[in-house]
């Protein structure tokens, strides 16, 4: 499953949106920690972060969601912004 150039680069700026805002929310340079975060993370995905794919996405993703567990945060509004990015994924999503 791909996604179209202009789709991925509009489902990764949200991403970059909600973890900044998520997981950074009180931190000055939120947008740049969160974007830094994300490139590694797909690395560590094995996934392309200036192109990414449905899977490194929930990979990532779920990366992400571990790490909020971790420092004891709630993690039910990320949750749930990760589930309405995985709709959106399936929505524009091309099966190969």
């Not at 947008?31 to 990532?60: C, H, T, W």
């Amino acid at each position: 499953m791909l996604l179209r150039e202009y789709d991925a680069q509009e489902i990764k700026e949200e991403i970059i949106q909600c973890v900044a805002s998520n997981v950074f929310d009180s931190e000055q340079d939120s947008y740049i920690k969160a974007k830094q975060l994300l490139n590694e993370l797909f690395i560590v995905s094995g996934g392309n972060f200036d192109r990414p794919d449905y899977d490194s996405i929930m990979k990532v993703l779920k990366l992400v969601a571990a790490r909020q567990l971790k420092k004891g945060k709630d993690t039910k509004v990320i949750a749930q912004r990760f589930k309405d990015i995985a709709k959106k994924i399936e929505q524009v999503a091309v099966y190969t």
